[in-house]
């Protein structure tokens, strides 16, 4: 019987949150579940894989409560190696996301709108139908390089 109870649970979570396609590349299912854990804590995704000539961000939610536009980052660790997926967000790759994050917000008009930079790190090792662990850093990091606002 536990069986079916979490046959149902894994099913409504999949209807409900999202679903993660199991023949997705590790890095792909990492950012499905990303976006599963973003919407199961309130926000709305609006975008995912955002790209333009100069970068890519994973994530785009909005946070409705704090009035805050959410940009993750995710980062999918699929070894039993030691490290932390996290650590790969470096200075280089905060400024590319950074410099993303303004383009997409100059293009959109929301230049002045409240936004932070999120961190998901996800361990997904093997074949498993979920991520081993999954962990979220809200603010994870701040506007990083320099810019230009106007």
């Given amino acids: 019987m536990h069986w079916l109870v979490k046959r149902v649970r894994d099913r409504y979570v999949e209807i409900r949150f999202g679903a993660i396609d199991q023949t997705a ?16 804590k309130g926000l709305v995704v609006v975008a995912e894989s955002e790209s333009d000539r100069g970068g890519e961000i994973d994530l785009i939610a909005i946070d409705r409560k704090k009035k ?3 940009f993750v980052e995710v980062k999918t660790h699929s070894t039993t190696k030691p490290g932390h997926p996290a650590e790969r967000v ?27 930079f999120d961190v998901i790190a996800v361990w ?3 074949d498993g139908q979920s991520p081993n662990k999954i ?15 106007f």
Avoid: N
Wanted: aromatic fraction near 8%; charged fraction near 30%.
């Fill in 25 to 40: 590349s590790v890095g792909k299912r990492g950012e499905q579940a990303a976006a599963r854990l973003l919407r199961q």
């Fill in 68 to 70: 805050t536009i959410v």
């Fill in 90 to 116: 470096d200075a280089e790759k905060q400024g590319r996301v950074s410099r993303a994050a303004l383009r997409y917000l100059k293009r959109k008009k929301l230049l002045g709108v409240t936004a932070r």
């Fill in 124 to 126: 997904w090792h093997g």
């Fill in 135 to 149: 962990e979220h850093y809200e603010s994870a990091f701040e506007v990083a390089g320099e810019f230009q606002m």
